[in-house]
């Protein structure tokens, strides 16, 4: 069974720093595409960024409101998705869902982390 | 960037009843392969969404059949046969033919 726990969300200031992991398990995950998504709160689904399998290089991308600022990285050896959160703004709160790619979509979310950013 | 609207955002339903939501898309969804990378999912209060439609026309698995999708090019339809009570929630569409990503504002389905 498919299983994605995320975890690591908090309350930080604005301008600091925090990460976020995404736990695996019931797949391989070096195999697997997968997304970060996050949704402010009483707002929809905003894509925030992805990683690539390893068979075509680990590669990352990110959507332009956190480009330069996040980065998406991947533990295979403790099958863990990791999202590093810099100089964040109050408009990053929202909770962060990982998320796997199959079939040209997300078919199995984890069940999110809340991160606030606030003074 | 594509943008997907949907209509309604909110829909009041009657349980046993059909329900249908649209969604539009900025731009043609069909790839260059051919396919359609148009998909609906569903989050119910508290719980992160989940996948009911994938590829325009097929259902997840364990996703009941009263559930469907249609639609080509730049409209799109999810349907509900018969409204069951478990269906209450916000009902995104998502494309996924052009990078990035980008998911409809929701369709809010009440009772």
């Known amino acids: 069974e498919v299983q994605l726990v995320d975890s690591g969300g908090g309350l930080v200031e604005p301008g600091e720093s925090l990460r976020i992991s995404c736990a695996a398990s019931?797949?391989?995950?070096?195999?697997?595409?997968m997304h970060w998504v996050r949704q402010a709160p009483g707002k929809g689904l905003e894509w925030v960024g992805r990683?690539?399998?390893?068979?075509?290089?680990?590669?990352?991308e990110y959507a332009a409101p956190v480009r330069g600022r996040f980065i998406i990285s991947r533990d295979d050896s403790k099958n863990t998705v990791s999202l590093q959160l810099n100089s964040l703004k109050t408009e990053d709160t929202a909770v962060y869902y990982c998320?796997?790619?199959?079939?040209?979509?997300?078919?199995?979310w984890g069940r999110g982390t809340l991160v606030t950013v606030s003074s | 960037d594509i943008v997907m609207t949907q209509t309604p955002l909110s829909s009041p339903v009657t349980l046993g009843q059909p329900a249908s939501i649209s969604c539009k898309s900025s731009q043609s969804l069909v790839h260059s392969d051919g396919n359609t990378y148009l998909s609906w999912l569903h989050q119910r209060p508290g719980q992160p969404p989940r996948l009911l439609i994938y590829m325009l026309s097929n259902r997840f698995s364990g996703v009941p059949d009263r559930f469907s999708g249609s639609g080509a090019g730049t409209d799109f339809t999810l349907e509900i046969s018969r409204v069951e009570a478990e269906d209450v929630g916000v009902y995104y569409c998502m494309q996924a033919t052009h990078f990035p990503f980008t998911f409809g504002p929701g369709t809010k389905v009440d009772i």
């Open positions: 019931g797949f391989i995950l070096s195999n697997a595409y």
């Open positions: 998320a796997r790619e199959g079939s040209w979509t997300f078919e199995y």
């Open positions: 990683i690539k399998s390893r068979s075509v290089g680990d590669t990352t």
